[in-house]
């Protein structure tokens, strides 16, 4: 079973920034559609941003578009979130995601991804 880790989490002040990683197993970043997710607190999973297999394609919600930048390193099989101009707002549960290996389509909605990581959790204050 694939696994996924993600770290990097923490507490910061309004405006600054963090760098989300989600470590996985078994050649995950090459094959697979991945994303960011993230849950704040008391309501729903949301989608953040999402990768295409190669790296070349992205996608992001409206809310975090020219602040968050996602990326990957295929032969390290990581995914990253580089997160900038943080707000309240952006205080979540962090989740990185896989979609199933033959889904390609850039996607933002939770039910197009099988797997999940533990989630960390990212606090701004102001």
């Known amino acids: 079973q694939v696994q996924m880790v993600e770290s990097g989490g923490g507490s910061v002040q309004v405006g600054g920034s963090l760098r989300l990683s989600c470590a996985a197993s078994r050649d995950t970043a090459a094959r697979y559609l991945m994303a960011w997710f993230r849950q704040p607190p008391g309501k729903q999973r949301e989608g953040v941003a999402v990768?295409?297999?190669?790296?070349?394609?992205?996608l992001y919600r409206d809310s975090v578009l020219g602040r968050f930048t996602i990326s990957k390193d295929n032969e390290k099989d990581t995914l990253y979130l580089e997160m900038n101009s943080l707000t309240p707002r952006d205080t979540a549960m962090y989740y990185c995601?896989?979609?199933?290996?033959?889904?390609?389509?850039?996607?933002?909605?939770?039910?197009?991804?099988?797997?999940w990581g533990q989630g960390t959790m990212v606090t701004v204050s102001s």
């Open positions: 990768i295409d297999r190669r790296g070349t394609k992205t």
């Open positions: 995601a896989r979609a199933r290996e033959t889904f390609y389509e850039l996607s933002l909605l939770p039910h197009d991804f099988t797997d």
